[in-house]
């Protein structure tokens, strides 16, 4: 019973570097969506799809791309990676209607140093 | 625009204790409401739900009733253990989109 699997779930990175995050999950949720946590701000949405092929940008897009090519996964892309970057990155899926509860990952903690 | 507010942190009580942590949204509609708890070094997990007016949402001993005369989801629990330490999220969702928005987060810290 995988859910929502992250990897990895420590990086670390140099200013300037990319990298990709991983997310799967084998519920066969329409709904996935990217957050980033940091310490006072809750959790603030990245991007986020309604279904493959299909994505949208939430509250704080800047410097990172999605794509949503299958159901199952949802990466999400650090272009050039900042020290504004550091965070706990939280990766969703849900069905609809949107009474039903979020499922997340277990977080991959970003480190640019 | 929508807004899930929290009463903040970091809350510390004595085992056995009685635990209130407010929440108020404002969204034009009616959302459903959602308590999430996040234990140390884990995701966010569903702890209760309320999907309209005066549903009361329960789960572990926590309780939570969707007030919609006062906009407020808050949560209760009568007894708090040690275990229940963790980071607490209210949270709404609209009926027309699936965005979850989230509320800052209330850490427990729950003392023997």
């Known amino acids: 019973n995988a859910g929502v699997t992250q990897t990895p779930k420590f990086q670390v990175l140099k200013t300037g570097q990319s990298m990709t995050l991983q997310c799967a999950q084998d519920m066969n949720h329409e709904y996935m969506s990217w957050y980033r946590q940091d310490p006072g701000m809750g959790l603030r949405l990245i991007h986020y799809s309604v279904g493959a092929g299909i994505t949208d940008q939430g509250e704080v897009p800047n410097g990172y791309n999605v794509s949503r090519s299958t159901t199952e996964d949802f990466p999400l892309r650090l272009l050039s990676a900042a020290p504004s970057q550091t965070s706990v990155y939280f990766c969703?899926?849900?069905?609809?209607?949107?009474?039903?509860?979020?499922?997340f990952g277990q977080g991959t903690r970003l480190t640019v140093v | 625009g929508d807004s899930v507010t929290q009463m903040e942190g970091p809350v510390t009580l004595s085992e056995e204790a009685f635990l209130t942590i407010n929440c108020t949204y404002t969204?034009?509609?009616?959302?459903?409401l959602f308590w999430y708890v996040q234990y140390p070094g884990e995701g966010l997990q569903l702890l209760l739900k309320a999907t309209k007016a005066d549903d009361k949402g329960s789960n572990k001993g926590f309780e939570a009733t969707y007030r919609k005369e006062t906009t407020s989801f808050h949560l209760e629990k009568g007894s708090v253990q040690v275990s229940d330490s963790a980071v607490y999220f209210c949270?709404?969702?609209?009926?027309?989109?699936?965005?979850?928005?989230f509320g800052p987060g209330t850490s427990l810290s729950v003392i023997p």
């Open positions: 969204a034009t509609g009616y959302p459903s």
């Open positions: 969703a899926s849900s069905s609809p209607p949107a009474n039903t509860e979020a499922f």
């Open positions: 949270a709404a969702t609209k009926t027309s989109y699936d965005k979850v928005i």
